[in-house]
């Protein structure tokens, strides 16, 4: 005879694990059912829709094509199951985590996904659309045709994904964090992506025109050929970022950060780099025609072939920087050696043979 709700429901709440239970025929009905857990059991097309499976496990289960729409699924673990199309559009989530398991076609649109952590999963066409997500690592997860529309996202966390057949329209970042993640040609055009963290990513050929980046680190990520035209980025960071051959016109980059970073190529004409730092930037045949670039720093850089004319200074420094071939209208307000800064250079020259002679 089939198990009834009823019978499930009193197993639970002794506090039995229901272990290779056939669950196909179990009419749902809404009550509580929280802090189950369910191990080797097949839950193909149940209709958990609005059921209370809060704080309860399942692991090793079979889950296809079933439906948990509206359900209370706060602090539910999913370990090594079976999920292909699932459906849990508009559930409560906070807590839930998923691991090792296959998800392909997984249904969390309009969900909150609070804390909810993702850990080498396939989420293969999966649809996160219009969801809010805070909090939420994903990690090593397969997801190509990952559906992120709409979705509002704080302090999300993406580890070593492939998101570059992922759908990112009408996306909203806020320290959102990115670590060794491939976003390669995706367009972040007019998006919000405030006080992110894009460490180390690939970003080459991504569209940033007019994008708010303030405050968002790029340190170490590829951006090559990569569009941040007119891009809100003050404060950002490109320490070690490669931005060979990429265009930022207009873009607005004040007390933004930049040394050691691959500038080649680059076009930054009319942006504004007041009190940006560039030390040790490679900016051959860059140009940086009508910047803005007052109390600027580039210092150390390889500025070599690169173009300044229209460009406004004031105090813009180019101590030690090659300057091969650059071209200037004028050098009003330039600063080819900093006195302070070559008085401490000297200091630490006599410093270092002071302790040779010594020794």
Same mark, same amino acid.
């Given at each position: 005879?089939?198990?009834?709700?009823?019978?499930?429901?009193?197993?639970?709440?002794?506090?039995?694990?229901?272990?290779?239970?056939?669950?196909?025929?179990?009419?749902?009905?809404?009550?509580?059912?929280?802090?189950?857990?369910?191990?080797?059991?097949?839950?193909?097309?149940?209709?958990?829709?609005?059921?209370?499976?809060?704080?309860?496990?399942?692991?090793?289960?079979?889950?296809?094509?079933?439906?948990?729409?509206?359900?209370?699924?706060?602090?539910?673990?999913?370990?090594?199951?079976?999920?292909?199309?699932?459906?849990?559009?508009?559930?409560?989530?906070?807590?839930?985590?998923?691991?090792?398991?296959?998800?392909?076609?997984?249904?969390?649109?309009?969900?909150?996904?609070?804390?909810?952590?993702?850990?080498?999963?396939?989420?293969?066409?999966?649809?996160?659309?219009?969801?809010?997500?805070?909090?939420?690592?994903?990690?090593?997860?397969?997801?190509?045709?990952?559906?992120?529309?709409?979705?509002?996202?704080?302090?999300?966390?993406?580890?070593?994904?492939? @998101? *570059?057949? &992922? =759908? !990112?329209?009408?996306?909203?970042?806020?320290?959102?964090?990115? /670590?060794?993640? +491939? $976003? %390669? #040609?995706?367009?972040?055009?007019?998006?919000?992506?405030?006080?992110?963290?894009?460490?180390?990513?690939?970003?080459?050929?991504?569209?940033?025109?007019?994008?708010?980046?303030?405050?968002?680190?790029?340190?170490?990520?590829? @951006? *090559?050929? &990569? =569009? !941040?035209?007119?891009?809100?980025?003050?404060?950002?960071?490109? /320490?070690?970022? +490669? $931005? %060979? #051959?990429?265009?930022?016109?207009?873009?607005?980059?004040?007390?933004?950060?930049?040394?050691?970073?691959?500038?080649?190529?680059?076009?930054?004409?009319?942006?504004?780099?007041?009190?940006?730092?560039?030390?040790?930037?490679?900016?051959?045949? &860059?140009?940086?025609?009508?910047?803005?670039?007052?109390?600027?720093?580039?210092?150390?850089? +390889? $500025?070599? #072939?690169?173009?300044?004319?229209?460009?406004?200074?004031?105090?813009?420094?180019?101590?030690?920087?090659?300057?091969?071939?650059?071209?200037?209208?004028?050098?009003?307000?330039?600063?080819?050696?900093?006195?302070?800064?070559?008085?401490?250079?000297?200091?630490?020259?006599?410093?270092?043979?002071?302790?040779?002679?010594?020794?």
């Amino acid at each position: 005879m089939a198990m009834r709700a009823d019978d499930v429901r009193r197993l639970i709440k002794k506090g039995e694990v229901l272990i290779d239970a056939d669950l196909r025929e179990v009419a749902w009905t809404a009550g509580d059912y929280a802090g189950a857990v369910f191990q080797r059991c097949d839950l193909r097309g149940c209709d958990l829709r609005g059921v209370d499976l809060r704080d309860s496990k399942f692991i090793s289960c079979r889950l296809e094509q079933s439906r948990w729409d509206g359900a209370c699924l706060n602090d539910c673990i999913f370990h090594e199951c079976e999920a292909q199309g699932v459906s849990m559009r508009g559930a409560s989530a906070a807590g839930m985590n998923w691991s090792q398991s296959r998800a392909n076609g997984l249904d969390l649109r309009e969900s909150r996904l609070d804390r909810c952590n993702f850990l080498r999963t396939t989420l293969n066409d999966a649809d996160f659309s219009s969801a809010a997500m805070y909090q939420c690592p994903l990690s090593e997860c397969e997801a190509r045709g990952l559906r992120l529309d709409d979705t509002v996202q704080d302090g999300v966390v993406y580890f070593r994904m492939d @998101l *570059r057949q &992922a =759908r !990112l329209a009408n996306i909203d970042w806020q320290s959102v964090v990115c /670590v060794e993640t +491939d $976003l %390669s #040609r995706q367009d972040f055009a007019d998006r919000r992506l405030e006080r992110c963290q894009l460490t180390d990513c690939r970003l080459d050929g991504c569209d940033f025109s007019g994008a708010q980046l303030s405050q968002t680190s790029f340190k170490g990520a590829s @951006l *090559r050929e &990569a =569009r !941040l035209t007119g891009a809100q980025a003050s404060r950002a960071i490109f /320490v070690q970022a +490669d $931005l %060979s #051959r990429c265009v930022a016109d207009g873009a607005r980059l004040a007390q933004s950060l930049w040394p050691d970073a691959t500038l080649d190529g680059a076009s930054l004409a009319h942006t504004d780099l007041t009190q940006a730092v560039l030390h040790r930037a490679r900016c051959a045949d &860059a140009s940086f025609a009508g910047a803005t670039l007052d109390y600027t720093d580039f210092s150390y850089a +390889d $500025l070599t #072939r690169a173009d300044f004319r229209g460009s406004r200074m004031m105090r813009t420094q180019y101590h030690r920087a090659l300057t091969d071939e650059a071209r200037w209208d004028a050098k009003e307000g330039m600063l080819e050696r900093d006195p302070l800064l070559f008085e401490a250079e000297l200091w630490s020259a006599r410093r270092v043979t002071t302790r040779r002679d010594s020794r």
